[in-house]
C-alpha cells in the first residue's frame, strides 16, 4: 500500500495583521452597540406621546449623505495612492475625505439646530426626540472620531514623515471610516425612511 502524498501549501501561513485583526474586533464590538440603539429607536418610533413626530421634522439628508457615502471612494484612493507610492496623491484623497466628513458634520450640526430652535425637538421632548439624538449622536461621535484619526495622519503627510511603507496603519484607519459609512446606510435607513 502506497501513501498518499499531501500536497504542501506554496506559501507559508503567516499570521493576520494585527492592526487590521484589532480594528475588526472593534468594528465588531461596535456594530453591537449600534445595533442595540437601532433596535431601540424601531422599537420606540412612533410610541410618542406628544409631537413633533419624525414625519413633521425630518427631511432625507441627501447631501450630508453623499458627503459621506463619496468620502468612502476618496479614502479608498487616498490607500491605492500611498500603496502605489504616490505620497502627493495620498495626501489630496486624504485631505478630500477630510473634508466631505466634515462637511457631513456640519450637516449634522445645521439639522440639529433647526430641530432644537425652529421644532422644539430636544433630547427630552419625547421618544422620538431621545431616541433619534441617542443614535444619529452615536453616530456623529464615530465620524468625529474617525475625522480625528484623519487629521493626524494628514498632519504626519504634511510635514512630510508618511511614507509608502504606512499604508498597512493608514488602511486600519479607513476600515474604520468604511464602517462609519455602512452605519450610516443602516441609520439614514432606519431613521429617515423607515422611521418616518
Given amino acids: 500500500m502506497t501513501a498518499i502524498p499531501?500536497?504542501?501549501?506554496?506559501?507559508?501561513?503567516?499570521?493576520?495583521?494585527?492592526?487590521?485583526v484589532g480594528i475588526l474586533l472593534f468594528i465588531l464590538a461596535e456594530s453591537a452597540i449600534f445595533a442595540v440603539f437601532v433596535a431601540t429607536y424601531l422599537y420606540?418610533?412612533?410610541?410618542?406621546?406628544?409631537?413633533?413626530?419624525?414625519?413633521?421634522?425630518l427631511q432625507f439628508p441627501l447631501v450630508m449623505t453623499v458627503c459621506l457615502l463619496s468620502s468612502s471612494l476618496t479614502v479608498h484612493l487616498a490607500?491605492?495612492?500611498?500603496?502605489n507610492g504616490a505620497t502627493a496623491g495620498f495626501l489630496r484623497y486624504w485631505v478630500a475625505t477630510i473634508l466631505l466628513g466634515a462637511g457631513f458634520l456640519a450637516g449634522t450640526a445645521r439639522e440639529w439646530y433647526e430641530l432644537i430652535a425652529v421644532h422644539h425637538l430636544t433630547?427630552?421632548?419625547?421618544?422620538?426626540?431621545?431616541?433619534?439624538?441617542?443614535?444619529v449622536g452615536l453616530h456623529a461621535s464615530h465620524v468625529l472620531a474617525g475625522l480625528v484619526m484623519?487629521?493626524?495622519?494628514?498632519?504626519?503627510?504634511?510635514?512630510?514623515?508618511?511614507?509608502?511603507?504606512?499604508?498597512?496603519?493608514?488602511?486600519?484607519?479607513?476600515i474604520y471610516w468604511h464602517f462609519v459609512d455602512v452605519v450610516?446606510?443602516?441609520?439614514?435607513?432606519?431613521?429617515?425612511?423607515?422611521?418616518?
Fill in 150 to 174: 484623519l487629521l493626524i495622519v494628514a498632519a504626519f503627510g504634511l510635514a512630510g514623515r508618511l511614507r509608502p511603507n504606512h499604508v498597512e496603519r493608514t488602511d486600519v484607519i479607513s
Fill in 6 to 20: 499531501i500536497p504542501q501549501p506554496t506559501t507559508p501561513w503567516t499570521l493576520p495583521r494585527r492592526g487590521a
Fill in 79 to 83: 490607500i491605492r495612492a500611498l500603496r
Fill in 123 to 135: 433630547i427630552r421632548t419625547n421618544l422620538f426626540g431621545s431616541t433619534y439624538y441617542a443614535l
Fill in 44 to 57: 420606540y418610533v412612533g410610541r410618542s406621546l406628544t409631537g413633533p413626530t419624525p414625519r413633521e421634522v
Fill in 184 to 196: 450610516w446606510i443602516v441609520v439614514v435607513t432606519v431613521v429617515y425612511v423607515i422611521g418616518r
